[in-house]
């Protein structure tokens, strides 16, 4: 993964919260499965999303803008026997509410590498998806 410019940015000055902000703005750029067509738009917290697809079709890059930074609290669900239908990855930190809060998931696995130093960390999650 290659390291793209950011800048940090206060979210919450009461609690002195920062989150990382790409220099266009987007808050989030994901790398992996392409998305079902509408995918994106159906999602409650993105405000704007900018998919590129990768020469063989089946993966793609995801910009998101978010339209808020809170996610409700993801209930539990298990898992399903058959394999994720997208895998995604990127690059500082995701959290499992922000996938599950999409109307077409049914389960989120995010597993979440963290380092000494934050402009290092990156994630990947795997998403099932309602039938």
């Not at 002195?16 to 392409?34: M, S």
């Not at 998101?64 to 209930?75: S, V, Y």
């Not at 995701?94 to 998931?105: E, G, I, K, L, Q």
Request: negative net charge; charged residues 25%.
């Amino acid at each position: 993964m290659t390291a793209e410019p950011f800048t940090w940015r206060t979210v919450d000055e009461a609690t002195g919260e920062v989150r990382r902000f790409y220099e266009d703005g987007a808050a989030l750029v994901a790398t992996g499965t392409r998305a079902p067509h509408g995918f994106w738009t159906r999602h409650p917290l993105v405000s704007q999303a900018i998919e590129t697809a990768e020469p063989n079709g089946d993966t793609a890059t995801v910009r998101l803008w978010l339209a808020t930074l809170d996610a409700p609290d993801a209930a539990a669900t298990q898992r399903p026997a058959r394999a994720p239908d997208m895998t995604l990855s990127g690059e500082w930190k995701t959290d499992r509410d922000f996938w599950a809060a999409h109307p077409s998931v049914e389960h989120v696995e995010a597993r979440q590498l963290v380092g000494d130093d934050p402009a290092g960390d990156c994630w990947t999650v795997e998403l099932w998806l309602k039938g």
